[in-house]
């Protein structure tokens, strides 16, 4: 079974605040990248294509805190993290904040596929980029008036969401091909308001981004901090593989007991060895959205 999911974010925007204009250009983006992925697997493209495509599209959408309308730091400036990782060998490329580097998850991509590391960081990341001919661009490309106001809010004591620090955010994807390959791709900008450095659990490789064939692809949002500190994504991969949980136990053990356990918050989608998505979260919705072969095509926000 050909099959993907995406993210957007956990914590979304409180129901009651989100106006059905908003709601419609969320879910116009959400549709587009996962359609974007889905095709890419329909015409026999690789599990590897499809979430770097459904991710890139999201991190070009400034809706979402990833690319183009990142989260800023709190000195105001855009400082990105991605990660990418294939299930059939685990090989993984991640880049940590970036400044420059218009869609990092090609980065954490040529970082996987040309380069003999597996996370670059900073100015390291950044020169790799240029001798690989990636887009770069200065970092007001990615900085939008509503991130600075969200700044400006949480700056003044009033934090964008009581949900996860992010407000809406973080892009992700997982993908089963023809093959049976899994992949999983994030992307983010972090924390509004987040020191410059603070690098949080997307681009960790087993925190907020994870692949094994025969397993499961695991792609993660929420407060990094927990993610990184429950090796979120593996402690899932490895619930399934040597517990024999489901995906979907596997997933609620991680949120709603881990995860909160510890006073965190967030959301997962993965996918299983056969194509089965699940997602869940423990924030009051996350931007989501899976298609497949069989003929499930679903955006959700709540
Ligand atoms: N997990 C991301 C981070 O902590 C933020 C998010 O998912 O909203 O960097």
Redesign the pocket.
């Known amino acids: 079974m050909l099959s993907i999911a995406i993210h957007g974010?956990?914590?979304t925007v409180p129901r009651s605040t989100l106006s059905a204009e908003r709601e419609a250009h969320y879910r116009a983006g959400l549709a587009a990248a996962l359609d974007l992925g889905y095709t890419t697997l329909d015409q026999g493209g690789s599990s590897l294509d499809a979430v770097t495509a459904a991710v890139r599209a999201l991190e070009d959408n400034p809706l979402f805190?990833a690319g183009r309308g990142a989260?800023l730091t709190r000195d105001g400036a855009a400082e990105l993290?991605a990660a990418i990782m294939e299930g059939r060998q685990q090989r993984a490329g991640a880049v940590a904040a970036v400044r420059h580097v218009r869609n990092p998850v090609e980065l954490a991509r040529r970082v996987m596929e040309k380069s003999r590391h597996v996370l670059l960081v900073g100015i390291g990341a950044e020169e790799f980029a240029l001798e690989e001919g990636l887009a770069l661009v200065p970092n007001a490309y990615f900085r939008t008036e509503e991130r600075r106001a969200q700044l400006e809010s949480e700056r003044g004591g009033r934090p964008v969401s009581d949900l996860?620090?992010?407000?809406?955010?973080?892009v992700g994807a997982v993908a089963r091909d023809a093959a049976g390959n899994l992949a999983a791709a994030?992307s983010?900008?972090?924390?509004t308001n987040?020191r410059q450095g603070?690098?949080?659990?997307?681009p960790i490789i087993g925190a907020?981004t994870y692949a094994k064939n025969g397993v499961c692809a695991v792609s993660?949002?929420?407060?990094?901090?927990y993610?990184i500190r429950s090796v979120a994504a593996h402690h899932i991969c490895a619930a399934v593989e040597f517990r024999g949980l489901t995906l979907r136990d596997a997933v609620r053990e991680l949120l709603h007991e881990k995860i909160r356990g510890l006073g965190g918050s967030?959301?997962v989608i993965a996918i299983d060895r056969g194509g089965g998505i699940v997602t869940d979260f423990s924030t009051e919705g996350m931007f989501r959205g899976t298609r497949d072969s069989s003929g499930l095509r679903q955006i959700d926000i709540y």
Do not use: I, L, Y
């Open positions: 974010g956990a914590g805190n989260a993290d996860v620090p992010s407000s809406q955010g973080t994030t983010t900008g972090g924390m987040k603070r690098v949080g659990d997307s907020g993660a949002t929420g407060h990094g901090e993610f967030g959301g």
